[in-house]
């Protein structure tokens, strides 16, 4: 079935399941309400970051989910980030075991550098300078930060490595220099964004992409009110949502959904292949093309400001 469909990583020796849930979720409560929900459920990828400030609660979910049977460790896929002030390498061994006892986890399956951009080092996520402009530390670069990350896996606190909210450009220079290849890429995709050439360059590669905001955001232009999307919806007797997660891993990519909204985790999860006239419907009639978040070009997680048209 296709929500039980996982996909083979480069480095690991596991598969990645291509069904994700993401926990960027405010409320350290909400979010382990809804990760405990999601593991009934049936999902078993997690996707979780240092940044985000809830891999407690998380890790609750997880360990209680453990504990009573719901799940076995083997069985998950987690993966958390390395945020932007711990890209030096003397720093990024210790943000690894930061999370891992956050996360009451003894290794996990992937740890990626949540944006290429390094930020001053320290304790505060967002430094800033007097103007409230963000504070980059020039004294790092990329690869370093990957050549730290290289280690990690080669002590087995780690399965695999890869990098978030990453350009084409970036990708291509890791790649070249790795002596450990990047197992996923996640980024920003949807119908909206679909990143046709960066999804080649990753097949091309052995690379997982990992498509986060599969739906959007529910932001304007709203894919899911999209007449393509809304009429495959009607033909499939699905939403359309589910339209456009089925989409996501029938191109071959894996997606991480997130809601606190019990039903709708439900919904997320119980998706079904659409038919092959469908998803060539979806490339070839869909014209609109949007990016909703700004990380990648700033590093620092946010939308894009829209007008909306009169």
């Not at 430094?127 to 087995?156: C, F, K, M």
């Not at 070839?284 to 400001?305: A, K, Q």
């Amino acid at each position: 079935m296709l929500r039980h469909r996982t996909i083979p990583l480069a480095t690991g020796g596991k598969e990645m399941p291509a069904v994700g849930f993401g926990t960027l979720i405010p409320d350290p409560a909400t979010t382990k309400r809804a990760v405990a929900k999601a593991l009934s459920v049936g999902f078993r990828h997690f996707d979780c970051a240092e940044r985000y400030r809830n891999e407690e609660a998380v890790g609750e979910a997880i360990a209680e989910a453990i504990a009573d049977g719901t799940v076995q460790r083997e069985d998950l896929f987690v993966t958390t980030k390395l945020w932007n002030t711990n890209h030096r390498p003397e720093r990024v061994k210790a943000a690894l075991e930061a999370s891992l006892r956050r996360l009451k986890l003894d290794y996990l399956d992937a740890y990626l550098i949540h944006t290429p951009y390094a930020f001053l080092p320290g304790e505060e996520l967002d430094p800033r300078d007097e103007n409230g402009q963000v504070i980059y530390d020039a004294g790092i670069s990329l690869i370093e930060t990957w050549h730290a990350l290289e280690e990690l896996v080669e002590s087995g606190r780690c399965r695999s490595i890869g990098l978030s909210d990453i350009t084409s450009d970036k990708l291509k220079e890791i790649v070249a220099n790795a002596r450990i290849m990047p197992a996923i890429v996640q980024v920003e995709s949807h119908p909206y964004l679909p990143e046709w050439e960066l999804l080649d360059y990753c097949q091309a590669n052995g690379i997982v992409l990992l498509a986060f905001a599969p739906l959007g955001h529910a932001m304007e232009p709203n894919l899911l009110t999209d007449p393509v999307i809304t009429g495959i919806a009607d033909r499939v007797n699905k939403t359309p949502a589910q339209v456009a997660l089925a989409w996501a891993v029938q191109r071959g990519t894996a997606f991480l959904t997130t809601s606190i909204k019990p039903l709708r985790i439900e919904e997320n999860f119980a998706i079904s292949a659409l038919p092959d006239q469908e998803m060539v419907r979806i490339r070839s009639d869909i014209s609109t093309n949007v990016r909703f978040n700004s990380v990648v070009e700033t590093g620092v997680p946010g939308f894009i400001p829209r007008v909306k048209s009169t």
